[in-house]
């Protein structure tokens, strides 16, 4: 079974503040993502790597950066958080462009 | 932008009902297709990959219509453990590779 494992499930940050998620997954997948997702909004695409060192802007990227390293590791880096980035983040990956998402369990992160 | 459209619901059926939700797409050119479920603060979880030929498995059953553009979820005999949010996830093709669309999901609530 694919693993993707996400660092933290619940995070409280205050305003200001450089805050890193970290994601890993244990399948070899070069595809990852990061998604946030608020109610009444869905999914909602940030960030994504279809291999090391590759990252590209999805719908929403402002206040966000990425890094990809390693092949397994996707961390997404806010750089300076705001209230407005209080959220569930998803970290995803997938063996190829046909395949399904698999997903980390979620962090949900407030920040005050 | 393309989207992918679902009836949000609620549904809300009786234990042994048969329900069926569905999710059309804008993008002809799309090329995979799936159905995720989803319970309250929880990740989406993989349920079913959709095939041309149609595909089941246990209790559910899904479609796709490539002509009219929509695929479909049927769960028969349901159970309570069923109530969640299913999310429609549609693959299509674009420059950088491919684009994974939500839907903003349905939700079912299945009561004894």
């Known amino acids: 079974d694919v693993k993707v494992t996400q660092s933290s499930r619940y995070l409280v940050k205050r305003t200001g503040e450089k805050v890193f998620l970290e994601c890993v997954q244990d399948?070899?997948?070069?595809?990852m993502f990061w998604y946030r997702q608020d109610p009444g909004l869905g999914l909602r695409l940030i960030y994504f790597?279809?291999?090391?060192?590759?990252?590209e802007k999805g719908d929403i990227p402002e206040g966000y950066s990425v890094s990809r390293e390693k092949k397994e590791r996707f961390s997404l880096i806010l750089e300076s958080a705001s209230t407005n980035q209080t959220s569930m983040y998803l970290c995803?990956?997938?063996?190829?462009?046909?395949?399904?998402?698999?997903f980390g369990n979620g962090t949900r992160l407030t920040v005050t | 932008r393309k989207e992918v459209e679902q009836d949000p619901g609620p549904f809300n059926v009786p234990e042994g009902a048969t329900v069926a939700f569905n999710c059309t797409y804008s993008?002809?050119?799309?090329?995979?297709f799936f159905w995720y479920r989803q319970d309250c603060r929880k990740e989406p979880k993989l349920l079913m990959s959709?095939?041309?030929s149609g595909n089941e498995d246990g209790r559910f059953t899904a479609q796709l219509n490539r002509a009219s553009q929509y695929i479909s979820l049927l769960i028969r005999d349901s159970k309570l453990s069923d109530s969640a949010t299913y999310l429609c996830?549609?693959?299509?093709?674009?420059?950088?590779?491919?684009?994974?669309?939500f839907g903003k999901g349905t939700t079912l609530s299945v009561s004894s």
């Open positions: 995803a990956s997938r063996q190829q462009r046909n395949s399904p998402l698999h």
């Open positions: 399948m070899d997948h070069e595809n």
């Open positions: 790597s279809y291999d090391v060192k590759m990252k």
């Open positions: 993008n002809s050119a799309s090329q995979s």
């Open positions: 959709v095939y041309s």
């Open positions: 996830v549609v693959n299509e093709a674009n420059q950088a590779g491919t684009a994974l669309i």
